[in-house]
């Protein structure tokens, strides 16, 4: 059935303007002043609100097994939270779990996400390096993924070295797939836990204690400098402090293709929580990177205004008291992970679009179009445009509310943004051209959700491969000998 949304104004990453916004069958047919509606048509009334792209989280996990437990919400209640909270598409990480190949994860993944009613794609993670890997990494990228996550943390678990961070960006170079890391300091984070449990510490402090801003900024620089020898863009992932936000806006001011993501909980939340007397809501709390202290909020918004830093993700990572409970006595085996997915546009309009720091097209740029620019996604996500898909959100500038862990449509049993009064909410979802929530109510169905297959070869990836061809060795020595040739 087609849809009308009517009288508002269109909000995208490069200008607003008043319009209506036709759609039918899962598509944007029309944007453009008094549109007839077609017979039959509903009609949503958009008087006041702006209608913008449905936010897109490109970074979550759901139902991941991690630490000895499985996270608790799963493809349909975490899909479902999403189009609560405006945002109509996730990419997951999918995390092979041993003796699993690549592309095993990815058929786990994929049968997992059956049951998501929003859009979503995954990115694949390297824990290691052999042939097999390299031949798979293209497969996973013919299977429509094209950016592969590394984590520098979590030793013994997930954590990658320098070697296999070279081998796996050079082989994400070549094959035109963007490669992500996760920016701290396995070994010093390990070595630092051992010295705080040593001292008696082993209170959720101790992780905010063992993982210092310090040890994210050099993972960032190492990083980025593997890139730049390889001659791979890189995307770093949950950006949490200033140093490391520093790393990526002077790899970019030095011509480096970087991207930089903070989540929303380090954009509105502080350190400050792990010292609570509540154990439950300290550790209800932890996650990697930490939270952080306010001079690095202030880094991270500053970086969103700059342009350093792109894209406002949640890393969505839920599980209960009761699984956190397992690191009771010992903070290390606290189950890391929070969640945000409902709460982050609503907290990045509030904290961000409220106190001026974003303007509307910033804010959909940070939570739409930039991610679906850098991820291969745009313009069939991350616009209001003619030939996109129908994926929108009519937000009610006006409208307030308080988040609640007695409201949220997730499985967790706290939220971290408990309390915290917003202004600015979506008072209309769209996914694939239908209305799935309205009035507080999700009408959502199961499955409804598509894997969108990505291609290689984005404009930044092949602009870094035009970069290659005139700096690296192979292509300045191929230059020379042209020009030596008459
Ligand atoms: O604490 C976090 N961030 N948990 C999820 C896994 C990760 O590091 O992204
Ligand atoms: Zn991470
Ligand atoms: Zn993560």
Redesign the pocket.
């Known amino acids: 059935m087609a849809l009308l949304i009517r009288g508002g104004t269109v909000v995208n990453a490069d200008r607003s303007f008043r319009a209506d916004v036709l759609v039918d069958g899962g598509t944007i047919q029309a944007v453009g002043e008094n549109l007839d509606a077609p017979a039959g048509a509903e009609v949503v009334d958009a008087g006041g609100a702006y209608v913008m792209p449905g936010g897109i989280d490109p ?1 979550t ?1 759901l139902e ?1 097994p ?1 630490m000895g437990t499985v996270a608790v919400e799963d493809f349909f209640s975490g899909t479902s939270s999403a189009l609560a909270g405006g945002t109509t598409m996730i990419i997951d ?1 999918c995390i092979p779990g041993p003796g699993r190949s690549l592309t095993d994860g990815l058929d786990d993944w994929q049968s997992w996400a059956q049951k998501a009613c929003a859009d979503y794609s995954f990115h694949v993670a390297i824990t290691e390096w052999t042939e097999r890997t390299s031949q798979q990494m293209a497969e996973v990228v013919d299977r429509g993924v094209t950016s592969f996550k590394h ?1 520098m ?2 030793k013994g678990a997930l954590m990658v070295d320098d070697e296999i961070l070279f081998h796996s960006f050079s082989r994400c170079r070549d094959l035109g797939a963007l490669p992500m890391v ?1 920016a701290e300091n396995g070994d010093a984070v390990f070595l630092l836990q051992q010295q705080l449990l040593d001292r008696g510490i082993t209170g959720p402090e101790g992780h905010a204690l063992s993982r210092p801003p310090h040890v994210e900024a050099e993972a960032a620089n190492r990083a980025i400098m593997i890139a730049q020898t390889v001659g791979s863009p890189l995307y770093v ?2 950006t949490s402090c200033r140093e490391a936000h520093e790393a990526i806006a002077r790899a970019r001011a030095s011509g480096l293709r970087v991207y930089g993501e903070p989540l929303i909980q380090h954009l509105v939340l502080d350190e400050s929580v792990y010292w609570s007397p509540d154990w439950e809501f300290a550790a209800s709390r ?4 930490p939270f952080r202290s306010k001079e690095h909020q202030k880094s991270l918004w500053d970086g969103l205004l700059a342009g350093s830093l792109q894209v406002v993700a949640t ?1 969505h ?1 839920a599980f209960t008291i009761q699984q956190k409970k397992g690191g009771l006595d010992n903070f290390t085996k606290i189950p ?3 969640g945000g997915l409902e709460e982050r546009l609503k907290c990045l309009w509030h904290f961000g679009v409220n106190t001026g720091r974003l303007t509307p097209n910033e804010f959909v740029a940070a939570s739409s179009a930039n991610c679906a620019q850098i991820f291969g996604l745009y313009p069939r996500k991350g616009v209001v445009q003619a030939g996109s898909d129908a994926d929108l959100v009519v937000w009610d500038p006006k409208a307030s509310g308080t988040i609640s862990v007695k409201t949220h449509h997730s499985k967790m049993d706290t939220n971290v943004f408990e309390g915290i009064r917003v202004e600015g909410m979506p008072a209309v979802t769209v996914a694939n051209g239908k209305v799935v929530w309205r009035n507080g109510q999700l009408d959502v169905q199961r499955g409804a959700g598509r894997m969108i297959q990505r291609k290689p070869g984005s404009s930044a990836t092949e602009a870094q491969a035009k970069v290659n061809e005139r700096t690296r060795p192979e292509g300045v020595r191929r230059m020379v000998s042209t020009q030596q040739t008459p």
């Open positions: 970074h996990h991941m991690f990480f984590f943390a979590y996760h992932v949950h932890v996650m990697s990177p890393d990572c890391n992970g929070t």
